[in-house]
């Protein structure tokens, strides 16, 4: 990515993002709903949706904003749709979890702010899929990053679809027989589409791209092309499942999706041993136990499926899935990306110049390799919890991990505001100071 284009609005997104897993974090430590209600209670549809939406939903948006034309090899189409995409995300999302409060009693709302705030995020999500699908189309079958981040699009479009179908329903605003039966057996699906589809194709799709640039790897991944085919067809599975009310294909669809995080795994071992970059840097290491909740969330959603034990087993294996693998994946990846694109759009036009800092530089690994100990032990014991059925467990957890993520924050800042850097070599000649949610000039 050396003189690549950067993003103007890639750390306003991550910004947002951080908040809303803060905010999350501390409903769960809290004891506001999940895992203490069902599913189906507010309380819990607000503290999901501001993991799944706020949190992941927005970070994948700002990584595919930056990374996108990276993969591509070209400039981000209709690139200006950045910010206003921004602003209908939130402002959806603020409407969503609203009426998620209306419902509960929590606040005193009109009903139809719930299907608003859906059709909102419909809006917005669909301006970054527009970007990020107009600018890879042309070269996806050239590229198989490329081709994950289109199959993650095509997931997100039947989870949008899918959730909007329910906030009609739960809002009284339609009670048609079909929307209504939809909603009594579609949720599992709305979340696997969402979560393996969307977000987990995504972060399959740009992690190859991350993991061979960062160990400095020649191995791009010998199935890099069947994991999106074992995927899509896992997502069609799903799909089918719509008009097909059967047990098979979920338990098909699961077959499909472990055979793609068998492959995946096998390829990222095969990408850190073929390293050329001997030691692992913290943000690699996490990644690399972030990696480890892959398989065993899926095995433990799939021995649900298959022994029908009970439901807190799936939902220990979708919550490993979200905060294990994804979160803890995301937090990694963040850990290096925040800096090397601050060094990038502080320091790349000083390059030449003068002496310039290493992108190390900007930040310190002691307080980094604690938070993510911590994060992920504290991932660890909720899921304990959460199977054993220990709320005080989950909810003491949730705390360690929000400790730990706002950690990490600081660490992000103090990259941004080159705490770390030597007075020396802060601001040479060329360099420009970087503002702390943008990027200071347009560069894309």
């Not at 079909?178 to 009594?184: E, K, P, V």
Request: with cysteine; net charge positive.
């Amino acid at each position: 990515m050396q003189g690549a284009s950067i993003s103007r609005w890639t750390m306003s997104y991550f910004a947002c993002a951080l908040i809303f897993l803060l905010i999350g974090l501390c409903l769960m430590a809290a004891g506001f709903g999940f895992p203490q209600e069902i599913w189906q209670d507010p309380a819990t549809l607000i503290t999901v949706h501001a993991i799944a939406l706020g949190w992941l939903g927005l970070l994948f948006c700002g990584a595919l904003l930056q990374f996108v034309p990276v993969l591509a090899s070209r400039s981000l189409r209709f690139s200006s749709c950045a910010a206003p995409a921004l602003l209908l995300i939130l402002a959806g999302l603020t409407l969503l979890l609203s009426g998620f409060a209306s419902l509960g009693g929590f606040i005193d709302a009109p009903p139809v702010i719930l299907p608003a705030g859906g059709l909102l995020l419909c809006l917005g999500l669909g301006l970054v899929a527009l970007m990020c699908g107009a600018t890879l189309v042309p070269l996806s079958l050239n590229s198989p990053p490329g081709v994950f981040v289109l199959t993650g699009l095509a997931a997100l479009t039947a989870t949008l679809l899918l959730g909007l179908c329910f906030t009609l329903v739960l809002s009284g605003v339609s009670a048609l027989p079909w929307l209504i039966a939809l909603t009594a057996f579609a949720v599992p699906i709305h979340a696997g589409f969402g979560l393996v589809g969307w977000m987990g194709v995504t972060a399959i799709g740009v992690s190859y791209r991350l993991f061979s640039m960062f160990l400095l790897s020649q191995n791009g991944g010998r199935g890099s092309r069947l994991v999106p085919a074992f995927t899509l067809l896992a997502l069609l599975c799903l799909l089918a499942s719509l008009a097909i009310v059967t047990g098979f294909m979920t338990l098909a669809a699961l077959a499909f999706a472990a055979i793609a995080a068998a492959v995946y795994v096998r390829d990222v071992i095969a990408i850190a041993r073929t390293r050329r970059r001997k030691k692992i840097e913290p943000n690699m290491f996490a990644s690399l136990v972030a990696l480890a909740f892959l398989p065993i969330g899926l095995g433990l959603v799939a021995s649900d499926a298959l022994a029908d034990f009970s439901r807190p087993l799936a939902v220990t294996g979708f919550y490993l899935l979200a905060m294990g693998w994804l979160s803890g994946l995301g937090l990694a990846q963040l850990y290096k990306i925040i800096p090397f694109l601050t060094w990038l759009e502080t320091y790349g036009p000083a390059m030449g110049r003068g002496t310039v800092p290493a992108v190390q530089d900007l930040v310190r690994e002691k307080p980094a390799r604690i938070a993510f100990a911590v994060y992920f032990a504290a991932v660890c014991s909720a899921a304990i919890g959460l199977a054993a059925d220990l709320p005080t467990l989950f909810r003491t957890a949730s705390g360690g991990m929000a400790f730990s993520v706002l950690i990490l924050i600081i660490e992000f800042i103090r990259a941004r505001r080159l705490f770390y850097v030597p007075l020396a070599l802060k601001l040479p000649k060329g360099a420009q100071r970087p503002l702390l949610f943008i990027a200071t000039a347009r560069q894309e």
